[in-house]
């Protein structure tokens, strides 16, 4: 019955490595987003999605790219990872192209070795 | 570049009394304004929005806009110790595209029993 579920919920790498993030959202919403969580709990939009459209891309490296199959899903792909990107990671969902209220999915933590 | 401010705390409260969380938002075309609670290793939870000045009640939780000082706050009364959390201030607008929600870095409080 989980809303929104990511996996896995942690990741331990090595840098260089290329490693994936799942989200998947049973709520019917059209608009999907990433979140990083850094280690002072700062929470920053990374990216979002509305009916398989990316809409918000803000200035995050290009070794992220979100992936939405459907609007149920939208997956993260982190290529080359560096030590500067061990972070918590959440999916979100919300229900209106306004992403005034957000339904957070449990978080990855991910830690570059 | 918007911007919303939290005194990170620790902010210590003792059971039974009232918890003040205060937080400014730099952008003045913001319209929605969010309180977002977050427990150690869980995600955030959507648990005050508030849209217009004045105070918005809900149940223990009053969250108070004015938009001229650009001031938000909540009001927690008859802290619990289950109210220790960090307390996440955040704001949205519809201007330009919107960039999603603007998260402060959030105020850890401690309710002392």
């Known amino acids: 019955d989980t809303a929104v579920s990511q996996t896995p919920k942690y990741l331990v790498t090595q840098m260089g490595n290329d490693k994936s993030i799942k989200c998947e959202q049973n709520l019917g919403h059209d608009t999907m987003y990433w979140y990083k969580q850094d280690s002072k709990k700062f929470l920053k939009i990374m990216f979002s999605y509305n009916n398989k459209e990316l809409i918000i891309n803000e200035t995050v490296p290009n070794r992220f790219s979100p992936k939405s199959p459907d609007k149920a899903h939208l997956n993260l792909h982190i290529n080359s990872l560096e030590l500067g990107d061990s972070a918590v990671y959440f999916c979100a969902s919300s229900p209106l192209l306004s992403n005034e209220k957000l339904f957070f999915g449990s978080g990855t933590q991910l830690s570059v070795l | 570049q918007k911007e919303v401010e939290q005194n990170s705390g620790p902010l210590s409260v003792p059971e039974g009394a009232i918890a003040s969380l205060n937080c400014t938002y730099s952008?003045?075309?913001?319209?929605?304004f969010f309180w977002y609670r977050q427990y150690s290793g869980k995600s955030p939870e959507l648990i005050m929005s508030?849209?217009?000045?004045g105070d918005k009640e809900d149940g223990r939780f009053t969250a108070q806009l004015n938009k001229a000082s650009q001031y938000v706050s909540l009001l927690i009364r008859d802290s619990q110790p289950s109210d220790s959390a960090t307390y996440l201030c955040a704001d949205w607008n519809s201007g330009g595209g919107a960039d999603g929600l603007t998260f402060g870095k959030g105020t850890h409080l401690i309710i002392q029993p």
């Open positions: 508030i849209y217009s000045n």
């Open positions: 952008d003045r075309v913001s319209q929605s």
